[in-house]
C-alpha cells in the first residue's frame, strides 16, 4: 500500500481548499509548531511538516524551546498560541522530554486548535465517533485503508502499541468502523499467537523489525507505523510481504499520510475559524 499517492492527491485538495480560503478571506492558514530541544528526529519531522505547509499554502509559526524549559513555560508558549487568532492550528512535536508534562502541554492547545488530535477532547470525540479532528497517524492509516478498499467490518484487528498518539487512537478509529479490535503491548502474554490471528495488523511498536514474516496471517493486511533509521519499520518488510496481501512500506507507506492528514486538518480548522 503506497502512501505517497493517496498523500499526494488528499495534498493537493487542502492546498486547493487552502488557496480558496486566502481569496476569500485574504488569510492563508496557519500551523504553529512547538518543538523542545534538538532531538535530530523530532527536528527532522518538524521540519518536513514546515516544508509540506509551504508548498501547499499553508503559512507556518515555529516556536523552538530549549530542552531546559519548564512545563509552565511550556504550557504558557501552547496558551499564547491557543489565543492567537493568527494561528489556526498547532503541533506540539512528540516527545517533549521526559522531565516534561507533556499532557499539560497537550491540553493547553484549544481544541479548535487540535489538528494533530492530541488533547483528551479529540480523543473522547474519537471514541465516540463524534466530528473533531483525529491522530494524524491513525487518520492516515484508516485513509490509506479505505484508498485499499479494505472492508474492516466484522475483521479482526490487531493492534500492536497503546500508546496515546498511535496504537490507542488507532485501535478507536478501527473499532469505529467496525472491526473487532485487540490492543498488544509490552504485558500482553502470549503476543506472537495473537498476532497470528490478525486480519489486519496494525504495528505501533516502537521496535525495529519486531513483526517477523512468521508471524503474519496469510491473506492479512499490515501496516507498519514504525519508522527507524535504516529507514525500517517495525515490520520484517521483506518476509512479511511473501505472506501479506497488503503491506504498507517503510519509507513511504503510513508516514506521507501523517503528514497529509495534518494539513487536511490545518485547513479545516482555519476554515472554521475564519467562516
Ligand atoms: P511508544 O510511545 O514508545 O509506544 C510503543 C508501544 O509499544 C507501547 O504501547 C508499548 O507497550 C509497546 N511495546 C514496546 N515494546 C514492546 C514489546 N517488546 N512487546 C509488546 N509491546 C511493546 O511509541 P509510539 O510513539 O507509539 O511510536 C511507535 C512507532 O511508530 C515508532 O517506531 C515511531 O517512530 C513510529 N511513529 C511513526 C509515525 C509516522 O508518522 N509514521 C508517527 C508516530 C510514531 P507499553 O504501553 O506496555 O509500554
Do not use: N, W
Not at 509548531?33 to 515555529?62: F, N, Q, W
Not at 533509521?229 to 499520510?257: C, K, Q
Amino acid at each position: 500500500m503506497d502512501g505517497t499517492g493517496p498523500a499526494r492527491r488528499l495534498t493537493g485538495t487542502s492546498a486547493a481548499a487552502a488557496a480558496e480560503l486566502r481569496r476569500r478571506t485574504g488569510t492563508a492558514p496557519c500551523l504553529a509548531t512547538v518543538l523542545v530541544g534538538e532531538d535530530p528526529a523530532s527536528v527532522t519531522y518538524v521540519r518536513m511538516k514546515r516544508a509540506a505547509c509551504a508548498r501547499a499554502g499553508i503559512a507556518s509559526r515555529h516556536v523552538a524551546l530549549p530542552a531546559s524549559v519548564s512545563t509552565a513555560e511550556l504550557v504558557d508558549a501552547v496558551g499564547g498560541l491557543s489565543a492567537d487568532p493568527g494561528v489556526h492550528g498547532i503541533l506540539v512535536q512528540h516527545p517533549v522530554g521526559p522531565h516534561l508534562d507533556e499532557r499539560a502541554a497537550f491540553e493547553a492547545i484549544a481544541p479548535e486548535k487540535d489538528v494533530d488530535g492530541v488533547t483528551t477532547h479529540s480523543f473522547a470525540a474519537m471514541g465516540f465517533g463524534l466530528p473533531g479532528f483525529v491522530s494524524c497517524t491513525p487518520g492516515g492509516i484508516v485513509r490509506l485503508l479505505d484508498e485499499y478498499g479494505v472492508d474492516l467490518a466484522g475483521k479482526h484487528a490487531v493492534v500492536v502499541g497503546r500508546s496515546a498518539i498511535l496504537g490507542r487512537p488507532a485501535g478507536l478509529l478501527l473499532l469505529g468502523r467496525d472491526a473487532t479490535v485487540t490492543y498488544c503491548h509490552s504485558r500482553t502474554a502470549d503476543l506472537r499467537s495473537l498476532v497470528r490471528e490478525a486480519d489486519v495488523l496494525v504495528a505501533a511498536v516502537g521496535r525495529p523489525r519486531f513483526i517477523a514474516g512468521a508471524d503474519v496471517k496469510p491473506g492479512a493486511v499490515v501496516v507498519d507505523a514504525g519508522y527507524h533509521p535504516g529507514p525500517v519499520g517495525d515490520v520484517d518488510f521483506e518476509t512479511a510481504r511473501l505472506r501479506a496481501s497488503l503491506i504498507t512500506p517503510v519509507p513511504g507507506g503510513v508516514g506521507p499520510m501523517t503528514i497529509a492528514v495534518l494539513l487536511a486538518q490545518t485547513v479545516q480548522a482555519a476554515e472554521r475559524q475564519l467562516g
